[in-house]
């Protein structure tokens, strides 16, 4: 259900296609267009994509994967992540615990935000539009029934 809920809020953001500009996906993850492309480069850009030409994009289901989960498992349209760097253990040096990467939380919860302040000033606009709509009709409705005062009311204003 919020997955679905969330590839409609991404495709409406990428009107109706299912690949996202970097530009598009910066508003939704926060990380800017050149970062990505730098961390494309490193192999580090947790998300798959796609060249078309010399244009990146990414597609909105591995978009969402990630929002939800951190983690993707690529589209099948969408090429594999390079392999993760190869590691030299030192002798001698004790290993670290595993550290879970809770970073995709954080993106989350940031993409949450957002659509809750964008889902704010929507309800704000709407009030005001409704209340915008309730004056003129008020107004509209007084100065039929009273026609001079109306015209009084309104050459004072002007």
Excluded: C
């Excluded at 010399?54 to 978009?63: A, G, H």
């Excluded at 990630?66 to 392999?83: C, D, H, I, R, Y």
């Excluded at 409704?130 to 009311?153: R, S």
């Amino acid at each position: 259900m919020v997955d679905q809920q969330l590839i409609d809020y991404l495709r409406l953001k990428t009107k109706g296609k299912l690949l996202m500009s970097p530009e598009q996906l910066a508003e939704e993850i926060g990380i800017p267009s050149k970062q990505q492309s730098k961390l494309r480069k490193e192999g580090r850009f947790p998300i798959p994509f796609k060249n078309i030409g010399r244009l990146v994009y990414y597609s909105i289901y591995d978009v969402a994967d990630f929002l939800l989960n951190g983690e993707t498992a690529p589209s099948k349209e969408v090429p594999q992540k390079a392999p993760a760097p190869i590691v030299i253990k030192k002798k001698g040096v004790k290993p670290k615990a595993h550290v879970q990467d809770l970073s995709h939380i954080f993106t989350l919860r940031a993409f949450a935000q957002s659509l809750e302040e964008r889902a704010m000033n929507m309800l704000s606009l709407a009030e005001n539009l409704k209340d915008y709509a309730n004056k003129k009709e008020m107004m509209e409705n007084f100065q039929t029934k009273f026609p001079e005062k109306g015209l009084k009311a309104t050459s004072t204003k002007q």
